[in-house]
């Protein structure tokens, strides 16, 4: 099955700086890479996804990048903030979405004021 | 967006009861739905999926007789934990896709079960 990986697993940065987080899979027919922000007792909320067809995608301050050959893509928050700091969650799944999440073990993001 | 909703959002059971766990999708059908469990500080480990009308697809290292699922209709699966032990403790998350190509899945808000 599909298996992934996240680095780092706690992450502090200074308010403003960047924040980048990575993820490899092991499945190469995984094709759709959410990415979900997590708070303390409640449901992880999607903040950015990209699908297999992609190799970049933006909001506003977050962005993803997605590498099929190496298998690995990453989330890349800018200008953060103090309502940044949270859990990060990556997630690789099949059918764009409509079937199983496989997620990777989490980050906890510290913005430092 | 589409809403799934999930009931009770807290639930406290003695060891050795059973206690069921709704999910529901409040404004689409949902075929499939997935139920994850979450150990404190972990992530999300997929337990099973649900489908509609057919049985549920257990993971790996999931026992089907203890936790049973239950989708009765195109808006509500249920996950019943039965013969609970502390061990059981856990936040229970589950999720729908809306479904077609490039929608994203839905999560209810989660059930905290503590067994004591």
């Known amino acids: 099955g599909e298996n992934v990986e996240q680095h780092p697993s706690t992450l502090s940065v200074q308010e403003g700086d960047s924040a980048v987080i990575k993820c490899t899979y092991s499945d190469s027919a995984s094709n759709y890479f959410p990415w979900y922000k997590q708070e303390l007792g409640k449901r992880p909320q999607l903040i950015i996804d990209i699908r297999s067809n992609v190799g970049e995608k933006k909001d506003q301050r977050i962005a993803v990048t997605l590498n099929k050959t190496a298998k690995h893509f990453s989330l890349h928050i800018t200008e953060t903030q103090p309502e940044d700091s949270a859990v990060y969650f990556c997630a690789a799944g099949f059918n764009f979405g409509n079937e199983k999440l496989t997620f990777g073990t989490g980050t906890r993001l510290t913005i430092i004021p | 967006g589409a809403v799934v909703s999930q009931h009770p959002s807290r639930v406290i059971c003695k060891s050795g009861t059973s206690v069921k766990i709704e999910c529901r999708s409040l404004d689409f059908q949902a075929t499939t739905m997935f139920w994850y469990r979450q150990f404190p500080k972990q992530s999300l480990m997929l337990m099973a999926t649900?489908?509609?009308?057919?049985?549920?697809?257990?993971e790996q290292g999931v026992e089907k007789d203890k936790f049973l699922i239950n989708h009765a209709s195109l808006t509500l699966s249920t996950l019943t934990v039965t013969s609970a032990h502390p061990e059981d403790s856990s936040f229970y998350i589950c999720?729908?896709?809306?479904?077609?190509?490039?929608?994203?899945?839905?999560f209810g808000p989660g059930t905290r079960l503590t067994v004591t």
């Open positions: 999720s729908a896709p809306l479904g077609g190509a490039g929608r994203e899945q839905y």
């Open positions: 649900s489908n509609e009308g057919s049985k549920a697809t257990y």
